[in-house]
């Protein structure tokens, strides 16, 4: 039987070579070939793949050091194993907190008050979380309200909440302007 091989060139990248509908690989100008092991995902794929908008996926996903490696970094963006990034996704959605997890985090952030009453202000317990929290706090509420909600609390931190280490480590983890100075309290 005689098998067809289409060749197409894809501009700045390199070429591709399918079987039928079936690609087989693509031999990127830059002198490696691609084997797709299963289906492949650009940005747009994967963000849906996982559940979230495109714009997110890639500043709160796709640059987490946990999150599957590139297959490929195109002219066009990077691309990743569909396989690896499903598995990722269920691995991160099973993850999600429950609610006595975040009650005793809650509690140990803010112990003079009634955990129902610190979570009811999320953004000022994500705050909290940030300035007094452990290693595994911060997952949970990561976990939980994901890196918007973490920036959005950082930049509406109360006075005296964050130390100047701690204001600036939080600034440069989560890509806000580092020049922002830290909160001061007004004087009486």
């Known amino acids: ?3 067809i091989l ?3 060139r894809l501009p700045g990248t390199g070429w591709e070579l399918r079987q039928g509908d079936e ?4 031999r990127l100008d830059a002198g490696h070939v691609l084997r797709p092991e299963g289906e492949m995902l650009g940005v747009r794929e994967a963000a849906a793949a996982c559940g979230i908008r495109p714009p997110n996926f890639v500043r709160d996903w796709a640059s987490r050091p946990d999150f599957p490696a590139p297959a490929a970094t195109l002219s066009s963006g ?3 194993h569909g396989a690896e990034v499903r598995a990722y996704a269920a691995r991160r959605r099973a993850a999600a907190p429950t609610p006595a997890a975040l009650a005793q985090v809650a509690r140990h952030v ?4 009634d955990p129902e009453r610190v979570l009811a202000r999320p953004r000022l317990f994500i705050a909290r979380v940030l300035a007094r929290g452990t290693a595994q706090d911060i997952e949970v509420v990561e976990a939980r309200y994901g890196r918007a909600a973490m920036r959005a609390a950082v930049e509406a931190a109360p006075a ?3 130390d100047a280490r701690g204001w600036h480590c939080w600034r440069l983890v989560l890509d806000l302007p580092l020049d922002t100075p830290l909160p001061a309290r ?3």
Do not use: I
Not at 23 to 26: A, R, T, W, Y
Not at 110 to 113: E, I, Q, R, S, V
């Open 1 to 3: 039987m005689l098998t």
């Open 6 to 8: 289409h060749l197409r």
């Open 160 to 162: 005296g909440l964050f």
């Open 186 to 188: 007004r004087p009486a």
């Open 23 to 26: 690609l087989v690989e693509v």
């Open 110 to 113: 803010a112990w003079w008050d």
């Open 78 to 80: 990077r691309v990743w």
